[in-house]
């Protein structure tokens, strides 16, 4: 991109990054729309033809669960097939100049393939399944379990995808972990979320709550907006490398 396209960012925002020691990225789906993976909500999310309630709970698992199986290896399949996408690298970039943390909603595994490297998976990772019953875990099952449900070696019970279903609980630490990493951040960047599911939506008002800087990256307004600082209007993919620039540029001359 030559000078005269640069994006220019508000004053306020450049001087914050410039004070800045540690950023904190909280992203969702959208931050891997551009790497082909469809979003939930909005025009093209994946809900405006299937039900969540339908799919994405425990009961739905228990009373069809070759459905919900083969729905959630259709979307591995997606996951396997795509690559992280120059939002994903700016945010592992960033790790050059910041102390980052990236507190991710999605369980597509791109963050790492990226290279970031303090992540937290609050909805739990597509890649990982585990037994309902002895909960041991299996990662690479094979293709004949593509249509229907495959059985615990051990125990013979029910093996599901390890991702955090409604009215369930987010695993293990991540989300006091996350909770953690938003009291001490310098600047919150929200990425491609509707804002809408909690506690996730928790960790960026949290992170405004002990004095962060919030800056929204999005396609349009969210449930969020009005308690942002600064809100980019726009894909993500192009903003983060823009913004990262600005930071490079600091740095190289
Ligand atoms: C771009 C872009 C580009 C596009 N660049 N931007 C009433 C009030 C409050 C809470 C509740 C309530 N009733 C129930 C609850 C609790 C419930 C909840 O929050 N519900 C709300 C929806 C109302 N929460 C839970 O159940 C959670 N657990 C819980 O509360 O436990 C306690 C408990 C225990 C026991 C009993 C009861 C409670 C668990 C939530 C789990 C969420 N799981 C999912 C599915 C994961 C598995 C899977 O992948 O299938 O997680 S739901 C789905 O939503 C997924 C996502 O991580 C999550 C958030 O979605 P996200 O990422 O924000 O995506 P979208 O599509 O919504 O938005 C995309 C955005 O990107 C848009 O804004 C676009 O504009 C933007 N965009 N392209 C930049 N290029
Ligand atoms: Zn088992």
């Known amino acids: 991109m030559d000078k005269k396209n640069k994006m220019e960012f508000k004053k306020e925002f450049v001087e914050k990054l410039k004070e800045a ?14 790497s082909g993976v469809p979003t939930f909500r909005g025009k093209d999310g994946i809900w405006n033809k299937l039900k969540p309630e339908e799919l994405a709970n425990f009961n ?4 069809n669960p070759d459905m919900v199986w083969e729905w959630y ?30 507190v991710t909603q999605n369980v597509d595994n791109l963050h790492k393939r990226a290279g970031s490297t303090s992540i937290e998976e609050l909805h739990g990772s597509i890649v990982r399944n585990f037994c309902i019953d002895c909960k041991t875990y299996y990662y690479d099952l094979d293709e004949e379990f593509e249509n229907k449900v495959p059985k615990c070696k051990k125990c013979n019970g029910l093996i599901r995808p390890d991702v955090v279903w409604f009215g369930e609980s987010l695993r293990g630490d991540a989300y006091p972990n996350s909770e953690q990493k938003a009291k001490s951040c310098d600047i919150c960047f929200v990425v491609g979320t509707s804002a809408i599911v909690y506690p996730a939506a928790y960790i960026p008002i949290t992170a405004k709550e002990y004095g962060a800087y919030i800056v929204e990256i999005n396609l349009e307004p969210t449930e969020l907006t009005p308690h942002i600082n600064y809100s980019i209007f726009g894909k993500s993919g192009e903003i983060l490398p823009e913004i990262l620039r600005i930071v490079k540029d600091r740095n190289h001359n």
């Not at 020691?21 to 551009?34: C, D, M, P, V």
């Not at 996951?79 to 102390?99: C, L, R």
């Open 73 to 102: 290896q259709y979307r591995r399949k997606i996951v396997e097939n795509v690559e992280p996408n120059p939002g994903h690298y700016a945010i592992a970039e960033f790790e050059n100049y910041y102390k980052v943390d990236v």
């Open 60 to 63: 739905a698992f228990i009373k």
């Open 21 to 34: 020691e540690s950023l904190l990225f909280f992203t969702g789906a959208g931050i891997s729309a551009e």
